[in-house]
């Protein structure tokens, strides 16, 4: 496992909108907001507009720095929804939330169109899990933009032709390629493991524990492990009795140089990732 010390850290200003995000300094936390009715861990929790808007602003004062909103599970034998759909789940959200907070909002989603109807309606940031591989369009919207991105390792199926940590920075150099050459700005790209995206438990435990070897490809790492399978395979816990399991992956997350952190628990990773940094950060 390796530890990225403070000094080896790059600093980076990440513009989300009105806001700036200093990379490097300390470890962001970003809250999930599911506006689904079949998410694995909160489904349906807050569909309804009303409570998903309590629930960001809950997730702010235990100090969320970013709010990522999704309006399609991508649990696994999820049920695609379509565009119009997906739009309908995210906007409203979104419009409300830039009116009464001043927090980054980051739109989850593999879809150009709706990427671009939730950047327009004021979402800041791009949260792709097929890392613009998916949908053709994508890269173009991030560029026109100018948003920042995250671009995330995902595959069909678990089986690697080579080692896991090369082929993900296979994947990752082809998206980079793409993002560059749409013209998306180096500055605005995030990369992301894909925990439990493509990968079994014992792949996901690996990529875990070498982590740090992505930081090679120089660019801020985004971690999302919160209540995710890996962590109930190992605990045998349902999702909503995973946040210890979280706590521990946070922590491994940090030592190896991870910048932004994913999760239903805000609270808990917040104290958590505070210890953590002013341990690993001096």
């Not at 600093?11 to 995000?21: A, E, H, M, P, W």
Request: glycine share 8%; charged share 25%; aromatic share 4%.
């Amino acid at each position: 496992m390796k530890n990225i010390g403070c000094q080896q850290r790059r600093r980076v200003d990440l513009k989300c909108g009105k806001n700036i995000l200093k990379l490097g300094n300390r470890t962001y936390v970003m809250g999930i907001l599911n506006v689904t009715p079949d998410s694995f861990s909160d489904g349906g929790d807050f569909s309804n507009i009303e409570k998903a808007i309590i629930h960001a602003k809950e997730m702010i004062e235990e100090g969320a720095d970013i709010i990522d909103i999704g309006g399609e599970s991508t649990r696994p034998g999820f049920q695609e929804v379509t565009v119009e759909e997906e739009i309908n789940r995210v906007v409203p959200i979104i419009k409300r939330l830039v009116e009464e907070i001043n927090t980054p909002i980051s739109i989850d989603t593999y879809k150009a169109i709706v990427a671009q109807r939730a950047i327009e309606a004021g979402a800041s940031i791009v949260n792709d899990i097929w890392g613009l591989q998916k949908d053709p369009n994508m890269a173009a919207v991030v560029s026109k933009y100018d948003v920042p991105v995250v671009i995330m390792h995902n595959q069909i199926g678990t089986e690697y032709d080579k080692d896991i940590i090369e082929a993900m920075k296979d994947f990752f150099k082809k998206s980079i390629s793409i993002a560059l050459e749409a013209g998306v700005k180096k500055y605005n790209i995030i990369l992301d493991p894909g925990i439990c995206f493509g990968k079994d438990v014992e792949q996901n435990i690996h990529v875990m524990s070498r982590l740090g070897e992505l930081n090679d490809l120089g660019y801020p790492i985004l971690l999302g492990t919160s209540r995710k399978s890996m962590i109930g395979k190992i605990l045998d816990l349902p999702p909503k009795e995973r946040v210890e399991g979280t706590l521990a992956t946070s922590v491994l997350g940090v030592v190896q140089g991870v910048e932004i952190i994913r999760v239903h628990d805000v609270k808990e990773n917040v104290r958590t990732i505070r210890v953590a940094d002013a341990i690993v950060r001096l």
